[in-house]
């Protein structure tokens, strides 16, 4: 493949050693060049002074639209730089700034940038140190920011603070449909803000809620929420910590809503009387497509009520049950009536 190919397609620099001296090299070409859409520079080691070669071309690019700089040491420096290159530039649209020990303060200049930005959709601070002050941040740029569609903050030390911050913005904001908050430790009392905004959130569709150390409690009020939103389609609760009576709240929620089609509960000590709850539930559900209990200490016990339930429930095509001790016969049935619903007849 030529070199001008190359430039025209996207470029791909993953896993070398190009250095700060590397990026200005790669920075001087994009002065010129006016083709290349996508830059992946993923742990380069290319460090806040990398960053500011690649900033300073962002402020007169037209071309690039996506940049991925994850695993780089940018630090709060690299990321001021690059916020203020966000406040000129008007073409990229995906930015990837995963593992760079980001804090607040590198935070709260990107999310000044997005107060201004108009071409951003996709930002993504996961693996960072950003906090609940970072989150406030970012909160206060999504109730004025009209592009933003995903925010990927996994593993970002946000906590129930963060949360709240990040849910009262969601009354605000309308543009962003995908939240990711896995592995943020926000428990019930975080749970319970995001539960609260989904009550009036009319564009948020995914919201990942991995790894949050969410009881019982916090399943409630999600489920509540469930009840009244019209958006969400996807719901991941990984890893938790719901319980049979998180399942029962999640069940009496499938009853009534019309909208949600993937609901991740694995990892969950949900047991056989939790599915039971669930398997009442896909009775009267007719959305959900999608539902992944893998993991969950059910045996044929509970695995009976769900081939139940999936005799009359036509809409269900995939379910996880992953890890469960669950009995070849039953295991038959269920992959019987999922094909069934997957093929229409």
Known sequence: MSEHSIWQIGYSLQWNEIGVVGAQHLADGLRHNTTLTTLDLGNNRIGDVGAQHL??????????????????????????????????????TTLDLRFNKIEDVGTQHLA???????ALTTLDLSH???????????????QHNTTLSTLNLWYSRVRDVGAQHL???LHHNTTLTTLDLGSNRIGDVGAQHLGDALQHSTILTTLNLQKNEIGDVGAQHLADALQQNKTLTTLDLWD?????VGAQHFADALQHNTTL???Y??????????????ADALHH????TTLNLANNEIGDVGAQYLADALQHNTTLTTLDLGGNIIGAEVKHVISGCLERNKSGT
């Open 55 to 92: 900033a300073d071309v962002l402020q007169h690019n037209t071309t690039l639209t996506t940049l991925v700089l994850e695993s780089n040491v940018i630090g709060d420096v690299g990321a001021q730089l690059l916020a203020d290159a966000l406040q000129h530039n008007t073409t990229l």
């Open 128 to 142: 960072n140190e950003l906090g609940p002050i970072g989150a406030q941040h970012l909160a206060d740029a999504l």
């Open 265 to 278: 509960l694995d990892n969950n000590r949900i047991g056989d009387v939790g599915v039971q709850h669930l």
């Open 112 to 118: 000044d940038a997005l107060q201004h930005n108009t």
């Open 285 to 288: 559900n007719t959305t959900l």
């Open 240 to 244: 938790n910590e719901i319980g049979r």
């Open 261 to 263: 089609t993937t609901l």
């Open 167 to 169: 849910a009262d913005a």
